[in-house]
Each structure stands twice: as C-alpha cells, then as structure tokens.
C-alpha cells in the first residue's frame, strides 16, 4: 500500500490524525522536497522550516526515519518507492494536499499501473485556505502561474486568463514560481549537475511583472489601483495577509516564503467586509 | 479566542494535530450542523455519522462535552457564542476547511468587529480534495451550485456559467444541494416552526436537472455524451469516484451523501491517463 499523504500548509502539527496513523504503521516514509518551497539549502534565507519540521516529524512524532525524495529521486526512482509499495506499507509525504501539484498524480498513475494499491490523506492545500481572507471560494475563476522573468523569456499568457477572469467578476488565484534544485544551465553544458541557489518569487517582483505585461498590452485587464490580496506563509502561526492596491502592495514587506497573491474581482458585501479587515489604510505603505 | 477547526472530509480522524491541540484548551467546543450534510436526522437513511462523529470526538479525543449548533443557532445566537470567546478559548469546529462556506465568513466578520481574536485551522475540503480524480486543480473554472428544483422554481443561472467554463476548456464543480432543516412553508404559515426531512441531491438528479436545462435552452453547452466525474464521500474511507459520461453516471448508484460532480473540459494526457482509471467500461452501468 502506498499512502500519499499531505502535511498541510503549515508545521507539523498540521498532520491528520488518519495521516499520523499511516505513517506509523509504514515500513518506509519519505518526504517530498520537490514542489514544496519549504525545502532545503533555502538557509540563505535562515529558512529551514522543512528541515525543522522533519526533524520533529521524524523524532518525536513519528519514531523512524525519513527518507528526503527530491526533485530527481521522485522523478527517477519513482519505481523504486512503489516497488517498495507492493510488498510493505510506504508513506509518502506532500506538503499540503497531495493533489496540488501535477507530480503526484503522476505518482499515483504510475503506482496504479504496476497495481499497487493507494490510499491519499487529504489536508490542506493553498487552493482552498486562501478563503481566509474572506473571497469566495466558488467566485475565483482558473488559476495562473507566474514565471519568472529573464532576459529572454518573459511568457504572458496569464494575461489573457486574468482578463477573463476580471471581465466575468471573478477574483484571480496567481501562483507564484518556486525555484528549487534547478540544475544550473552552465553545469548542465560541462555535463556535471550543480544547482542554482533556491528563488522563490516575492508578492512585490509578481506585482512589477503583471504591470509591465499591463504596460506592454495596454488592455486594462488591471491597473496599479486594481485591489488584490497578498499572502505570506499561509497557513502558518506567523502567516501575513494583506490586501490593497497593486501599488500599495508593491511597498508592503511580506518577509519570508511562501507568497501567492489574489486579483480581486467583484466582491459581494460580505467579501467586502472581510477585506476590510486586511486592508492598508489610505496612503498607508505598510500592514 | 475564537478557533474555527476544519474537521476535514471524513470522519473524527481528519482532525489535525493543531486542530486536536485547541480543542484541548478550549473551556467550550461547539461542532456546527448547518453546512455540512453529514448532520443529525439523516438517520431515515440510515446514517447518523456525524452524530457518530462527534461522540467519538467527545469520548475519546476530546474529553470534554460539545455543543452542537445547528442553523439557527449559528445564525441567532452567534453573539453569545462569541462573548464566551472574549474572555476564555472557544473551539468552533467545522466540517471541511473553514472557508467552504459563506456562514462562517460571516462569523469571523462579527467576531473581528466584537474584537475577538480568531485562530482558523484549516483542513481540507471538498474544493480541493476533488483533486483526487487527476484532474488539475488550476485547470477549473467558476465553481457553480445546483439547486433542487421544485414545480414552480427552476433556476438555471449555472448555465452560462458551465458554458463559458468549458468553450475555455476548463472543468466545472458542481455544487450539489443540501436541504437541513429547513423550515417548511406549511409550519411558517402556522406560525410555528416544523422541518423538512433532510435532502441531499444525489448524481443522478443533478444530471436530470443539467439535462433539463440543456434541452430548455439548447445551446450545446454540454451533452448526455458529456464526460463528467461523479463523487460520493469525498475523503471517506469508502468513497466512490466514477467517470463516464452523463447518460453513464445516470445509471450508476452512487450510495449515501455526500455527492458532487465535475463536469469535465480539455484534458491534458497525465489527466487522461488518471480519469481512465475511474471510468466505466463502454455500455457497462456499473462501476
């Protein structure tokens, strides 16, 4: 058996019971450090939630070790795990939920098709806590990531899908790039993997890139006064979450990863009313 | 302190840790029946899980007594609940993540504006545990509820909104009616309050009601040939996921509450590849 199971978004404490349980009974537990920020090497930021929380996981809460799968062990000794997977019971843990990110649902693809059997612990993802800041969950219309730009590759279709979604009313998810464990370009040409330091992108570099796409289309799908949410460390005891104007959100300091913002679109009252509550005041630059 | 506790999909071991921890300093803990369908005199279907549910909570995890607050206490008496927080911790728990729905938005409003800190943990809910089926979460579109329809009330807004959802290619979550309590209009006109048995729409007549719809109006928004994904007891231990087209899922008997569908866009392959396994046979109307 192969259980897929989500940590939350938060610490770990935000492990299930049923998902603490799993893990207990399984022979092997391995936690994914692939499409999740809080992951290691980010202590050039004094970052190292992850390697915190699997620490604890891994001494008080669990009583065995963890095996860290990062980016290349999940792609390419995927069949090793769920070899493992058909004659014990391995866990596999994912920060928030598991189904947040393509990778694992081609982990359970790939798990069905040698028959093992899978069992998922859902928990919270960044898709659904963001309705703390008082939006609507069923008024956002589809998702967008923004890359970061380079000198040479600056992708703008986001743009179409926020102007759609803004026309419709409907408030706009934006899901901001994670840089974790890329093998530098240059290393890959010398035939030997080193890795770029870790990126994760800030609130205030996703705002300048929406407004110079804004800029260069000039369709007002948004503009600099445009209020949206700004959100840091959802989920966490010292989460942030701010909303304002684009240009008010370019000066306010969301601090540490993981950031992801919201374009509001049209807002019932009680929406409304809750935003107030995370609002700058006017001409105010910070929370 | 106000904690709103997302009790997640399942049952009384979808609580997290964190969730288990406020609970245990909480002086008083209210579980709410208003939301959620997994409520108090569903027992003509021979289902008394939430009832279940919260003696487990009570006995074994908790400790200590909870108090259920169905709809109008929830609604009525919010402010005593809340005055209670003002001075000692109150746990306000939830089925789902907090945010599901627009009651407890509501609730945060008036505990901010009484002053009264509030905690959320989150947990997962049905908008994000659908992830489960392989199709991508940011791949939705606008999120739409169907209501039951009566002889004389057929509101059919959500068209539009499957319409514009899938000429984008994107998948639509369909919301399915859930009737608690409700007062009937017969003891209204009485004077005195009386309820409705508990509903909930199944599949089948969501897809009648779509179908309805679709023949009414007769734009192609989607067809009996449409590919849609039926969900019974999302994150429960026995849930059903079956994929197949509208005439298909009509057949299929999808068991108790609670349901819901997706009504299914473009697919990418690794999409495909998970729907495939959830699919019927061609011709066969069983999963």
Same mark, same amino acid.
């Given at each position: *058996? ?6 939350? $978004? ?40 992850? &390697?915190? *929380?699997?620490? /604890? ?6 009583? &065995? ?19 493992? #997977? ?13 189904? =947040? !990110? ?10 069905? &098709? ?9 928990? !919270?993802?960044? *898709? ?12 956002? +219309? ?26 419709? =009313?409907?408030?706009? $998810? ?14 890959? %040409?010398?035939? &030997? ?12 570099? #996703?705002?300048?890139?929406? /407004? ?15 209020? %949206?949410?700004?959100? #840091?460390?959802? =989920? ?24 992801? $913002?919201?374009?509001? +679109? ?8 809750? $935003?107030?509550?995370?609002?700058? !005041?006017?001409?105010?630059?910070? #929370?």
């Amino acid at each position: *058996m192969l259980y897929i199971i989500g940590l939350g $978004l938060g610490d770990e404490k935000d492990i299930t019971l049923r998902g603490l349980e799993a893990v207990q009974k399984s022979q092997k537990v391995f936690i994914e450090a692939y499409t999740s920020l809080l992951s290691f090497g980010i202590s050039s930021d004094g970052l190292s939630t992850l &390697k915190e *929380m699997y620490n /604890l996981l891994q001494e008080k809460l669990y009583g &065995k070790s963890i095996t860290v799968a990062d980016r290349e062990m999940v792609e390419e000794k995927a069949d090793d795990i769920l070899l493992e #997977a058909t004659s014990s019971d391995v866990a596999f843990l994912v920060v928030g939920d598991p189904f =947040g !990110a393509t990778t694992h649902t081609d982990l359970v693809v790939r798990a069905k &098709k040698l028959g093992v059997d899978v069992k998922v612990v859902h928990n !919270a993802s960044v *898709m659904n806590a963001i309705g703390v800041c008082g939006l609507q969950l069923y008024r956002y +219309g589809e998702t967008v990531s923004l890359p970061f730009f380079t000198d040479t590759w600056r992708p703008d279709s986001f743009y179409e899908k926020i102007q759609r979604n803004r026309k419709l =009313g409907l408030h706009t $998810l934006c899901l901001l790039d994670i840089r974790v464990k890329e093998p530098s370009l240059e290393s890959l %040409c010398r035939g &030997k993997k080193q890795y770029e330091p870790p990126r994760f992108m800030a609130v205030s570099v #996703a705002i300048e890139q929406l /407004l110079e796409v804004e800029q260069m289309r000039g369709e007002n799908a948004y503009t600099e006064d445009t209020t %949206c949410v700004g959100f #840091a460390r959802l =989920g966490s005891e010292d989460q942030l979450v701010v909303a304002g104007s684009m240009k008010q959100l370019l000066e306010v300091d969301f601090g540490l990863p993981l950031h992801c $913002l919201v374009i509001v +679109g049209d807002t019932h009252p009680v929406e409304e009313e809750m $935003l107030d509550f995370y609002k700058l !005041a006017k001409n105010q630059g910070q #929370a």
